[in-house]
């Protein structure tokens, strides 16, 4: 049996994803897999990206990863392209949607929200229906998923039916419940299509919020008051740019 953790939604926090990869190491896990947005809403896009490819093994992209690369974007997100500098941006620009393997004889795809699209998103309320597509195909080519896990929405939780197991790992550096860094773990017979026992559980994880608070104030980063409340509440803040309400999160 191996164990695998699988965390998410870092945005750019670096003493929250500290946290997590000491939690990880204490369990003795040396398998991690990243379900993309490294970058923003805090100040350490950088550094969080470095660390997220020195201990990650796979990496998939996430939306604001998918943004950031652009041309055309917004102040907050100009601000992050200017520390990340060419080559992370390009090494941002080459991941993958999705990856897939075989666990105690299930099929697991793992994405940022959709293994089709970075910006449909689903939540723990949406229907039945709506939930079994992301458990669709991304191509003609490949077999339905038996277990899917994401990112995106910010809200850990795990769900079971019809045959299926569906996981959200929730927020690293983001999280929008409480305000304790989440990600997943995922055990069994690693690329083994033999079925038996598997697990996958939540892990929550305090870290020193005060200390990405500090990080966040000491800098000129647009959007920081915002960023500031969500680690403080675990709530959403929506803000407005030029007149618009943005919702990239």
Avoid at 15 to 28: F, H, T
Avoid at 58 to 68: H, I, L, P, T
Avoid at 230 to 238: C, F, G, I, S, V
Wanted: aromatic share 10%; glycine share 6%.
């Amino acid at each position: 049996m191996e164990k695998i953790a699988i965390i998410s939604d870092i945005h750019g926090n670096l003493p929250a994803l500290s946290a997590v990869l000491e939690d990880i190491k204490n369990r003795g896990i040396e398998r991690i897999f990243c379900l993309g947005d490294l970058i923003g809403k805090g100040p350490s896009s950088a550094s969080v990206v470095d660390t997220v490819r020195e201990n990650c093994e796979w990496v998939v992209k996430g939306n604001w990863d998918y943004y950031v690369t652009k041309e055309h974007i917004s102040k907050e997100l100009k601000w992050h392209q200017n520390k990340l500098g060419k080559e992370r941006l390009e090494y941002m620009k080459n991941l993958p949607l999705y990856l897939e393997f075989y666990i105690s004889g299930k099929l697991v795809r793992l994405f940022h929200a959709s293994p089709k699209d970075l910006f449909h998103r689903t939540y723990i309320t949406n229907t039945l229906d709506e939930k079994m597509k992301l458990f669709e195909s991304p191509s003609d080519l490949k077999k339905p998923s038996d277990i899917v896990g994401y990112g995106d929405i910010h809200g850990a939780f795990i769900d079971n039916f019809k045959g299926k197991s569906l996981f959200n790992v929730g927020s690293v550096g983001n999280p929008l419940e409480i305000p304790q860094a989440s990600y997943a773990i995922i055990e069994g017979h690693y690329q083994s299509e033999i079925s038996s026992p598997i697990l996958t559980s939540l892990v929550r994880v305090p870290y020193d919020v005060e200390k990405s608070i500090a990080d966040a104030s000491a800098t000129d980063m647009p959007k920081k008051t915002e960023y500031i409340k969500e680690l403080k509440t675990a709530r959403y803040q929506r803000h407005k740019e030029e007149g618009q309400w943005t919702e990239i999160d």
